[in-house]
């Protein structure tokens, strides 16, 4: 729903600043007439029509098309939508001006009509332009395009932040075991499985390797234990696919990781290649914690800082005693997620 609405948005400015362009201060060649407030009235129309289906076709692209068929098909269906697109424009454009100002053209001379190849252009450079956008903001997490743009982060600001590293088990003997090439497509299909995590508010700050770095606010995170919960509905993500990792690598992915809490400066970073960076202990001790699991023989590890704000008894923890982490003064109590109860599962 995000990924729709954000494209009716995107759609409906395009039309409305089409309509400033075209309806101020400048006169229609063509037949038909559009004065300003008529411009304006088909564009809040058309531009949340168009955004759907715009963005229901970048989902489907995305989520059932890239990365399955070669690049030659995927550019001749591009191609495909791209006229398909122009033409339902065309269609759904005479139907809403028929609706609200009829006119007597044809929807054949309504389609050539004087300046429409302009329009064209302005649509096709509109979809390769909302096409850029959606890539920079998947590269640099949902909601920090908007911020970086308006220097949020230009200056280094605090925040309260959980911070989970996500480490693939056996990452080594893996690598061996299948090759450089089938070993990169299986982390690819783990971390595409690692979306799911989205849904309990996490925001997916980095990949490294074989690892991934989550990161919630703090309120966001402790919100109906949504830390804890984006852990299992990954794990489960990977159970539901176990076929699927069995018949294509042989093995079913086994991840652990390790959860704290604290202070940080956020900001961006780099003149070339701009980053959002995080620095503090924070995430340095929840490295180390993760770095711990294999030593104890736990999946998930959490910090006495976090279990503490865990109220109620929907998660049990097993202290795993005070261990001191590398790069650490003192000792710090640890906890293992011994089990998570059936609301937790489902939730």
Sequence with gaps: ????????????????????????????????????????????????????????????????????????????????????????????????????????????????????????????????????????????????????????????????????????????????QLGHIDYSSLIQDCFNDLGVVIEDAAEIHQYVGDEAVLTWKLKDGLSDESFIKAFFRFKDQIAAK???????????????????????TVTEIGKYKKEIAYHGDAINTAARIQGKCNELGQELLVSHTLKRHIKGDSIIFDSVGSIMLRGKQSEIDIYAVKKQTSDISNG
Excluded: C
């Design 1 to 176: 729903m995000r990924i729709i609405s954000d494209y009716a948005i995107g759609w409906t400015i395009a039309f409305l600043f089409l309509s400033i362009v075209r309806g101020v201060g400048t006169e229609e060649t063509g037949s038909l007439q559009f004065g300003f407030a008529q411009s304006v009235i088909i564009s809040l129309t058309l531009g949340p029509i168009m955004g759907i289906i715009s963005g229901v076709s970048q989902i489907l692209m995305e989520e059932k098309i890239y990365k399955r068929i070669s690049i030659l098909r995927f550019l001749f269906l591009r191609l495909l939508f791209t006229l398909l697109f122009i033409l339902f424009l065309i269609v759904s454009a005479y139907g809403i001006y028929q609706l609200y100002f009829g006119t007597d053209l044809d929807i054949i001379s309504f389609a050539f009509d004087d300046g429409s190849f302009a329009i064209y252009f302005y649509v096709l450079s509109v979809d390769v332009i909302l096409t850029i956008v959606r890539q920079l903001n998947l590269m640099l997490g949902p909601g920090n395009l908007g911020k970086l743009l308006t220097g949020k982060f230009y200056h280094p600001r605090e925040e309260q932040r959980i911070f989970m590293f996500l480490d693939l088990q056996s990452s080594t003997q893996l690598a061996e």
């Design 242 to 264: 176990e076929d699927h990792y069995q018949q294509k690598y042989g093995v079913v992915p086994i991840f652990k990781a390790g959860i704290h809490a604290g202070t940080v």
